[in-house]
């Protein structure tokens, strides 16, 4: 399991770092902006993924499972959102280091089915990597190209 941890804890770290590279890329202009018409304003959008990325951190290493606000209406500027972001990605990496490789084999049943701290963590990147690629399609929407993210590959 400490492979896994170790694995899965890079991985995570080295995406908060290339999320970075579009987070610094915001506007007020662009927070406010919809990109589909039935959609939530862009800033809201990683707005959510950002408190996710607590949501999950934090209670993974502290079973505390409470949503926080991800409204423009909280965070009103390009600023506020990033220095949010660099606030978070502290949290979450400080929460992240109270878990040892043997915790991520711990049951959870606050949800609605029994799943594995691991399954958790997974589904923390999963969710904010599919919440990454809707950014950079609603970048390219709104006309903004988005930074280039050093892919191995």
Excluded: C
């Amino acid at each position: 399991m400490k492979q896994v941890y170790t694995f899965l804890t890079s991985a995570i770290e080295r995406h908060f770092e290339e999320t970075k590279l579009l987070v610094n890329q915001l506007t007020d202009q662009i927070i406010v902006s919809e990109p589909v018409q039935t959609g939530r304003p862009l800033g809201e959008i990683i707005l959510h993924m950002i408190r996710s990325l607590e949501f999950y951190s934090r209670g993974l290493a502290t079973n505390h499972w409470e949503p926080l606000s991800y409204n423009l209406s909280d965070y009103g500027s390009a600023q506020d959102i990033n220095n949010l972001y660099t606030t978070v990605v502290k949290k979450s990496l400080n929460h992240l280091k109270q878990l040892s490789p043997a915790d991520l084999n711990d049951t959870l049943n606050n949800f609605n089915r029994s799943t594995s701290k691991l399954e958790v963590l997974m589904e923390m990147l999963e969710h904010s990597i599919q919440h990454r690629g809707q950014l950079l399609v609603y970048f390219r929407l709104v006309n903004l190209e988005p930074a280039k993210i050093p892919y191995i590959v």
